[in-house]
Protein backbone atom coordinates (compact mmCIF):
# COMPACT_ATOMS: atom_id res chain seq x y z
CA UNK A 1 0.00 0.00 0.00
CA UNK A 2 1.44 3.40 -1.09
CA UNK A 3 1.78 6.08 1.79
CA UNK A 4 2.15 9.79 0.55
CA UNK A 5 5.07 10.83 2.26
CA UNK A 6 4.67 14.50 2.59
CA UNK A 7 0.62 14.18 3.39
CA UNK A 8 -1.30 16.38 5.67
CA UNK A 9 -1.95 15.76 9.10
CA UNK A 10 -5.54 15.96 10.06
CA UNK A 11 -5.33 15.19 13.99
CA UNK A 12 -1.66 16.13 15.75
CA UNK A 13 -1.30 14.20 19.20
CA UNK A 14 1.29 15.39 21.63
CA UNK A 15 2.12 14.25 24.86
CA UNK A 16 -1.44 13.11 25.55
CA UNK A 17 -1.98 11.91 28.73
CA UNK A 18 -5.25 9.83 30.06
CA UNK A 19 -6.21 8.90 33.71
CA UNK A 20 -9.53 7.78 34.69
CA UNK A 21 -9.29 8.65 38.27
CA UNK A 22 -5.49 7.35 39.55
CA UNK A 23 -5.59 4.99 36.26
CA UNK A 24 -2.87 6.13 34.00
CA UNK A 25 -5.06 4.90 30.71
CA UNK A 26 -2.57 6.48 28.41
CA UNK A 27 0.99 7.64 28.46
CA UNK A 28 2.61 10.63 26.67
CA UNK A 29 1.05 9.52 23.50
CA UNK A 30 2.60 10.93 20.14
CA UNK A 31 0.65 10.36 17.34
CA UNK A 32 0.36 12.02 13.56
CA UNK A 33 -3.37 11.30 11.84
CA UNK A 34 -2.90 11.67 8.18
CA UNK A 35 -5.60 12.53 6.02
CA UNK A 36 -7.61 10.28 3.70
CA UNK A 37 -5.70 7.69 5.07
CA UNK A 38 -6.89 4.30 7.33
CA UNK A 39 -5.18 4.38 10.58
CA UNK A 40 -5.41 1.05 12.49
CA UNK A 41 -4.73 1.30 16.52
CA UNK A 42 -4.26 -2.28 17.50
CA UNK A 43 -3.16 -3.65 20.95
CA UNK A 44 -4.30 -6.06 23.59
CA UNK A 45 -7.33 -5.60 25.49
CA UNK A 46 -7.01 -2.71 28.23
CA UNK A 47 -3.91 -0.96 26.34
CA UNK A 48 -5.81 1.61 25.93
CA UNK A 49 -7.13 1.96 22.12
CA UNK A 50 -10.86 2.75 22.98
CA UNK A 51 -9.95 5.27 25.24
CA UNK A 52 -7.71 6.57 22.36
CA UNK A 53 -10.22 6.92 19.74
CA UNK A 54 -12.85 7.98 22.20
CA UNK A 55 -10.36 11.10 23.26
CA UNK A 56 -10.42 12.32 19.49
CA UNK A 57 -13.97 13.00 19.08
CA UNK A 58 -14.21 14.05 23.16
CA UNK A 59 -16.57 11.39 23.87
CA UNK A 60 -14.06 10.45 26.76
CA UNK A 61 -15.18 13.71 28.30
CA UNK A 62 -18.77 12.40 29.98
CA UNK A 63 -16.74 9.42 31.74
CA UNK A 64 -16.83 10.20 35.32
CA UNK A 65 -13.53 11.40 36.90
CA UNK A 66 -11.61 11.63 33.50
CA UNK A 67 -8.29 14.20 32.98
CA UNK A 68 -6.57 15.01 30.30
CA UNK A 69 -2.91 16.99 29.28
CA UNK A 70 -1.11 17.11 26.23
CA UNK A 71 -2.16 18.14 22.68
CA UNK A 72 -4.66 17.13 20.33
CA UNK A 73 -4.44 19.18 17.93
CA UNK A 74 -7.28 19.04 15.26
CA UNK A 75 -8.05 22.00 12.88
CA UNK A 76 -4.87 24.06 14.26
CA UNK A 77 -7.13 24.15 17.66
CA UNK A 78 -5.98 22.04 20.36
CA UNK A 79 -9.02 20.13 21.87
CA UNK A 80 -8.28 19.92 25.29
CA UNK A 81 -8.13 23.78 25.44
CA UNK A 82 -11.47 25.69 27.34
CA UNK A 83 -15.01 25.69 24.70
CA UNK A 84 -14.64 23.28 22.18
CA UNK A 85 -17.94 23.51 20.50
CA UNK A 86 -18.90 19.77 21.16
CA UNK A 87 -21.58 19.30 18.45
CA UNK A 88 -19.87 20.52 15.36
CA UNK A 89 -16.83 18.56 16.80
CA UNK A 90 -18.94 15.04 16.18
CA UNK A 91 -20.35 16.56 13.21
CA UNK A 92 -16.47 16.90 11.86
CA UNK A 93 -15.33 14.06 13.39
CA UNK A 94 -17.93 10.85 13.89
CA UNK A 95 -18.15 7.61 15.21
CA UNK A 96 -18.95 4.07 14.56
CA UNK A 97 -19.32 1.30 17.18
CA UNK A 98 -18.53 -2.29 17.80
CA UNK A 99 -22.52 -3.01 16.65
CA UNK A 100 -24.62 -1.20 15.03
CA UNK A 101 -26.92 0.89 16.93
CA UNK A 102 -29.29 2.10 14.86
CA UNK A 103 -32.56 4.01 16.33
CA UNK A 104 -35.78 1.89 16.33
CA UNK A 105 -37.10 3.94 13.58
CA UNK A 106 -37.46 3.66 9.69
CA UNK A 107 -34.06 2.92 8.07
CA UNK A 108 -34.38 6.52 5.76
CA UNK A 109 -35.01 8.40 9.61
CA UNK A 110 -31.79 6.71 10.79
CA UNK A 111 -29.59 8.39 8.50
CA UNK A 112 -31.70 12.03 8.16
CA UNK A 113 -31.30 12.44 11.71
CA UNK A 114 -28.49 13.89 11.80
CA UNK A 115 -28.56 16.27 8.46
CA UNK A 116 -31.78 17.10 10.41
CA UNK A 117 -30.48 17.74 13.83
CA UNK A 118 -27.85 20.64 11.52
CA UNK A 119 -30.63 22.36 10.10
CA UNK A 120 -31.51 20.46 6.77
CA UNK A 121 -35.66 20.48 6.43
CA UNK A 122 -36.04 20.44 2.69
CA UNK A 123 -37.54 17.25 1.52
CA UNK A 124 -35.40 16.94 -1.48
CA UNK A 125 -32.14 18.02 0.03
CA UNK A 126 -33.04 14.99 2.85
CA UNK A 127 -33.78 12.50 0.22
CA UNK A 128 -31.19 13.20 -1.87
CA UNK A 129 -28.88 13.16 1.06
CA UNK A 130 -29.93 10.19 2.53
CA UNK A 131 -29.74 8.43 -1.00
CA UNK A 132 -26.17 9.63 -1.23
CA UNK A 133 -24.99 8.45 2.21
CA UNK A 134 -26.48 4.67 1.92
CA UNK A 135 -25.12 4.60 -1.71
CA UNK A 136 -21.37 5.56 -0.25
CA UNK A 137 -22.39 3.08 2.58
CA UNK A 138 -23.01 0.18 -0.15
CA UNK A 139 -26.76 -0.51 0.91
CA UNK A 140 -28.54 1.42 -1.18
CA UNK A 141 -29.41 -1.16 -3.77
CA UNK A 142 -30.45 -3.92 -0.40
CA UNK A 143 -32.32 -0.96 1.22
CA UNK A 144 -33.85 1.31 -1.92
CA UNK A 145 -37.65 -0.52 -1.84
CA UNK A 146 -37.69 -0.47 1.66
CA UNK A 147 -36.73 3.22 2.86
CA UNK A 148 -39.60 3.15 4.96
CA UNK A 149 -39.21 0.11 7.06
CA UNK A 150 -37.81 -0.19 10.65
CA UNK A 151 -33.79 -0.44 10.30
CA UNK A 152 -34.06 -2.98 13.42
CA UNK A 153 -35.29 -5.33 10.63
CA UNK A 154 -31.84 -5.22 9.25
CA UNK A 155 -29.40 -7.89 9.16
CA UNK A 156 -26.12 -7.16 11.83
CA UNK A 157 -24.25 -6.31 9.13
CA UNK A 158 -26.60 -4.17 7.32
CA UNK A 159 -27.08 -2.30 10.33
CA UNK A 160 -23.13 -1.79 10.85
CA UNK A 161 -23.31 -0.12 7.12
CA UNK A 162 -26.42 1.98 8.19
CA UNK A 163 -24.49 3.25 11.24
CA UNK A 164 -21.97 3.90 9.04
CA UNK A 165 -24.19 5.66 6.34
CA UNK A 166 -25.82 7.32 9.30
CA UNK A 167 -22.20 9.26 10.31
CA UNK A 168 -21.28 10.23 6.57
CA UNK A 169 -24.85 11.66 5.98
CA UNK A 170 -23.76 15.02 7.50
CA UNK A 171 -20.39 14.94 5.46
CA UNK A 172 -17.10 14.69 8.37
CA UNK A 173 -13.86 14.45 8.33
CA UNK A 174 -13.01 11.99 10.14
CA UNK A 175 -14.42 8.72 10.74
CA UNK A 176 -13.47 6.86 13.93
CA UNK A 177 -14.23 3.14 14.07
CA UNK A 178 -14.24 0.99 17.12
CA UNK A 179 -13.80 -2.36 16.26
CA UNK A 180 -16.47 -2.19 13.74
CA UNK A 181 -16.88 -5.67 12.56
CA UNK A 182 -16.09 -7.28 15.80
CA UNK A 183 -19.70 -8.55 15.89
CA UNK A 184 -20.38 -9.84 12.12
CA UNK A 185 -19.70 -12.52 10.24
CA UNK A 186 -17.02 -13.13 7.68
CA UNK A 187 -19.05 -11.85 4.66
CA UNK A 188 -20.16 -8.40 6.43
CA UNK A 189 -17.10 -8.27 8.05
CA UNK A 190 -15.73 -8.16 4.31
CA UNK A 191 -17.84 -5.54 2.78
CA UNK A 192 -17.44 -3.24 6.18
CA UNK A 193 -13.20 -3.52 5.32
CA UNK A 194 -14.31 -2.95 1.11
CA UNK A 195 -15.84 -0.04 2.58
CA UNK A 196 -13.47 1.63 4.86
CA UNK A 197 -10.76 1.31 2.04
CA UNK A 198 -13.18 3.16 -0.43
CA UNK A 199 -14.26 5.55 2.23
CA UNK A 200 -10.26 6.49 2.91
CA UNK A 201 -11.04 8.67 -0.90
CA UNK A 202 -13.04 11.22 0.75
CA UNK A 203 -12.21 10.47 4.83
CA UNK A 204 -9.84 9.76 7.21
CA UNK A 205 -10.51 6.69 8.98
CA UNK A 206 -9.23 5.35 12.64
CA UNK A 207 -10.23 1.94 13.49
CA UNK A 208 -9.45 -0.22 16.45
CA UNK A 209 -9.23 -3.50 15.76
CA UNK A 210 -8.39 -6.59 17.33
CA UNK A 211 -7.88 -8.68 14.18
CA UNK A 212 -4.51 -8.05 12.48
CA UNK A 213 -5.54 -9.76 9.22
CA UNK A 214 -7.71 -6.35 9.23
CA UNK A 215 -5.01 -3.84 10.24
CA UNK A 216 -3.38 -5.60 7.10
CA UNK A 217 -5.27 -5.58 5.09
CA UNK A 218 -7.28 -2.20 5.88
CA UNK A 219 -4.92 0.27 6.93
CA UNK A 220 -2.01 2.66 5.59
CA UNK A 221 -0.38 3.02 8.96
CA UNK A 222 -0.75 1.10 11.74
CA UNK A 223 -0.31 2.27 15.95
CA UNK A 224 0.55 -0.72 18.31
CA UNK A 225 -0.45 0.30 22.16
CA UNK A 226 0.65 -1.60 25.18
CA UNK A 227 -0.46 -1.12 28.42
CA UNK A 228 -1.41 2.48 27.73
CA UNK A 229 1.87 2.96 25.43
CA UNK A 230 2.58 3.58 22.12
CA UNK A 231 4.95 1.53 21.61
CA UNK A 232 4.88 1.85 17.81
CA UNK A 233 3.58 3.69 14.74
CA UNK A 234 4.60 3.10 11.34
CA UNK A 235 3.62 2.12 7.75
CA UNK A 236 1.52 -0.96 8.20
CA UNK A 237 3.92 -3.13 5.73
CA UNK A 238 6.55 -2.17 8.07
CA UNK A 239 4.93 -3.20 11.40
CA UNK A 240 3.97 -6.14 10.11
CA UNK A 241 7.22 -7.29 8.21
CA UNK A 242 9.49 -5.52 9.87
CA UNK A 243 8.54 -3.88 13.31
CA UNK A 244 11.35 -1.94 14.82
CA UNK A 245 10.18 -3.22 18.84
CA UNK A 246 10.14 -6.86 19.56
CA UNK A 247 7.23 -6.04 21.65
CA UNK A 248 5.28 -5.42 18.51
CA UNK A 249 6.75 -7.80 16.62
CA UNK A 250 5.83 -10.68 19.20
CA UNK A 251 2.26 -8.92 19.08
CA UNK A 252 1.55 -9.23 15.30
CA UNK A 253 3.33 -12.65 15.29
CA UNK A 254 0.40 -13.69 17.62
CA UNK A 255 3.33 -14.33 20.41
CA UNK A 256 0.71 -12.88 22.97
CA UNK A 257 -2.84 -10.98 22.77
N1 LIG B 1 -14.61 4.26 32.62
C1 LIG B 1 -13.47 3.79 33.09
N2 LIG B 1 -13.13 3.94 34.38
C2 LIG B 1 -11.95 3.47 34.88
N3 LIG B 1 -11.03 2.81 34.14
C3 LIG B 1 -11.31 2.63 32.84
C4 LIG B 1 -12.54 3.08 32.25
N4 LIG B 1 -12.53 2.76 30.93
C5 LIG B 1 -11.37 2.10 30.73
N5 LIG B 1 -10.64 2.03 31.87
C6 LIG B 1 -9.31 1.40 32.04
O1 LIG B 1 -8.38 2.05 31.16
C7 LIG B 1 -7.54 1.10 30.54
C8 LIG B 1 -7.70 1.19 29.02
O2 LIG B 1 -9.00 0.75 28.67
P1 LIG B 1 -9.54 0.75 27.16
O3 LIG B 1 -10.99 0.40 27.20
O4 LIG B 1 -9.16 2.00 26.51
O5 LIG B 1 -8.69 -0.46 26.54
P2 LIG B 1 -8.85 -1.21 25.16
O6 LIG B 1 -7.49 -1.39 24.62
O7 LIG B 1 -9.84 -0.53 24.30
O8 LIG B 1 -9.43 -2.63 25.63
P3 LIG B 1 -10.37 -3.68 24.87
O9 LIG B 1 -9.57 -4.19 23.71
O10 LIG B 1 -10.60 -4.74 25.90
O11 LIG B 1 -11.63 -2.96 24.46
C9 LIG B 1 -7.92 -0.26 31.11
O12 LIG B 1 -7.06 -0.55 32.18
C10 LIG B 1 -9.33 -0.05 31.60
O13 LIG B 1 -9.62 -0.90 32.69
Not at 156 to 177: D, H, K, S, Y
Not at 216 to 224: E, N
Request: charged letters at 25%; glycine letters at 8%.
Amino acid sequence: MSVATAQAQIFSVRNLNVWYGSQHALKDIELPIYKNEVTAIIGPSGCGKSTFIKTLNLMIQHVKRVRMSGELLYQERNLLDQGVDLVSLRKQVGMVFQKGNPFGKSIFENVAYGPRIHGMSKKKELEETVERALRDAFLWDEVKDRLHTSALGLSGGQQQRLCIARTIATRPEVLLMDEPTSALDPISTSKIEELAMQLKKDYTIVMVTHNMQQAARVSDRTAFFLMGELIEHDETGKIFSTPNDTRTENYVMGRFG
